[in-house]
């Protein structure tokens, strides 16, 4: 996948998270969250040839990212995305915890895409 495709995979796993929740099913939006996660972090990853064909890899990228950045919410909400992608396989947050995180993982994927480098705009033909 190129880095604009895995920025779309990202915004469109956003999207299958809140339609997953929304239709009740915790674990498939978990996942789906996750996935949101990790596709944001890898287009960053891309874009400054890090390693990210890991989950590892993932951890590193984000934490050298939230260094570049000098932000520690990065790191904080990479942890909670991890926390989804565990509650797909167990099952164990429960609905008040899922309703306070989900938010918060969701600003960490915006956060995420909104270091991505953006494309040229078009130039105007005059």
């Not at 929740?21 to 287009?43: N, P």
């Not at 942890?79 to 429960?94: D, R």
């Not at 918060?104 to 909104?114: I, K, M, N, P, T």
């Amino acid at each position: 996948m190129t880095v604009p495709e895995h920025l779309q995979t990202a915004e469109d796993f956003l999207a299958a998270a809140d339609r997953e929740f929304a239709a009740g099913d915790d674990l498939q939006g978990s996942e789906k969250l996750w996935g949101a996660a990790s596709h944001a972090i890898t287009a960053i990853a891309l874009t400054r040839g890090w390693p990210c064909g890991s989950h590892r890899a993932l951890r590193v990228a984000i934490g050298r990212l939230s260094d570049e950045v000098q932000s520690r919410s990065l790191r904080m909400g990479f942890g909670l995305a991890e926390k989804f992608h565990a509650n797909f396989y167990h099952g164990f947050m429960e609905e008040g915890e899922l309703a306070f995180s989900r938010p918060l993982v969701e600003e960490f994927v915006h956060e995420v895409l909104a270091l991505a480098p953006q494309p040229p705009a078009p130039s105007a033909q005059g």
